[in-house]
């Protein structure tokens, strides 16, 4: 039996890392606005993936590269609108009656059973024109093949990573090269200070909402070719492993919460399969240990991922010194 994983899996599991990553850099930055964790994330990004189930029972029932543009695009904006509108309506009411950052919190979690709800009632009441029943509807099949060598591929697994590329350097020219993002970035690390310079930082928050949600639908229009079917509850399963990317990268920074999504998708994925592998191939073959597949708890991956990096790095990757240990090992060779 090989130990290493195959190409075809290989690339699902960067395919997913990807996705895991650009949803933990959109939690990150909700995060850093209102200092509330948004449990309702993941649901967020449903969105993308409904919207995208609908878009191929419609327009691309036949396999198209044109879906890899109108989903994460369309998805997206319906995202962004929500998550816009979630801010403005419920989570800036909260908190400018005063309720704790608990009260928030709770309120997310209100919001996520809520959108969940209504996402999973649309699937079940709506009927579709190409495809009969939309909950739980693979859509796999409605996209092209790639050839690599002697692999045929989903064309998803180029297409994730290289929209994780694309967006997240997007992202980075305007929170850097724009007069807005400057601002937003002022707002976040000091709003009080970026209010008296007459920086809007209500309508800074309100983007930054919309940027999260926009990222989460993206990544969900994306990220749904690798469900078994599209079904808003596996929301339930992504936000343990979006909240332990940003955990683990670090809350306090975009970058690192794109960072450390990544390392935790590859963990669950790459990381249970090569245990597996490891464990039947020496243990099962060799020693008669239980022949049990341990592929279905990669859950263990990324919360043992967690806790390990908060007993060396409680801030998480963004919190470790990184120029001051690399210059500790220089100077130590």
Do not use: C
């Amino acid at each position: 039996m090989g130990i290493l994983p195959s190409l075809p899996f290989v690339l699902t599991s960067i395919a997913y890392a990807s996705a895991i990553g650009l949803l933990s850099m959109g939690l990150n930055l909700t995060y850093l606005t209102t200092r509330v964790p948004n449990f309702a994330h993941a649901t967020i990004g449903m969105i993308g993936a409904v919207v995208t189930l609908f878009l191929i029972d419609k327009f691309f029932y036949k396999p198209s590269w044109a879906i890899f543009i109108a989903g994460p695009l369309v998805g997206g904006a319906a995202a962004a609108l929500f998550a816009a509108f979630m801010y403005v309506a419920i989570l800036k009411p909260l908190a400018d009656r005063g309720n704790t950052v608990i009260g928030l919190m709770i309120a997310t979690f209100a919001v996520d059973i809520i959108l969940l709800n209504i996402l999973t009632l649309i699937l079940n009441i709506v009927h579709g024109v190409h495809i009969p029943k939309l909950i739980g509807a693979p859509i796999a099949g409605f996209q092209p093949k790639i050839r690599i060598g002697s692999y045929i591929i989903d064309s998803y697994t180029v297409v994730l990573p290289l929209a994780a590329i694309v967006l997240t350097t997007v992202f980075h020219l305007f929170l850097t090269r724009t007069s807005f993002g400057i601002a937003m970035r002022a707002s976040i690390e000091n709003p009080d200070l970026a209010s008296a310079m007459g920086v809007n930082v209500n309508l800074v928050y309100t983007t930054s909402w919309a940027i999260s949600g926009f990222l989460a639908g993206a990544a969900g229009a994306l990220i749904a070719f690798t469900f078994k079917g599209v079904d808003p509850s596996v929301s339930a399963l992504i936000i343990v492993t979006v909240f332990a990317g940003s955990i683990v990268g670090g809350l306090t920074s975009v970058y690192w919460g794109l960072i450390g999504g990544l390392l935790v998708g590859l963990a669950e994925k790459l990381g249970t399969v090569l245990i597996d592998n490891i464990y039947h191939a020496y243990f099962v073959t060799n020693l008669g240990f239980p022949n049990v597949s341990l592929i279905n708890y990669e859950k263990i991956m990324s919360l043992g991922l967690v806790i390990i990096v908060l007993l060396y790095a409680p801030q998480g990757l963004a919190g470790i010194d990184w120029r001051r240990l690399v210059t500790r090992k220089k100077s130590k060779g």
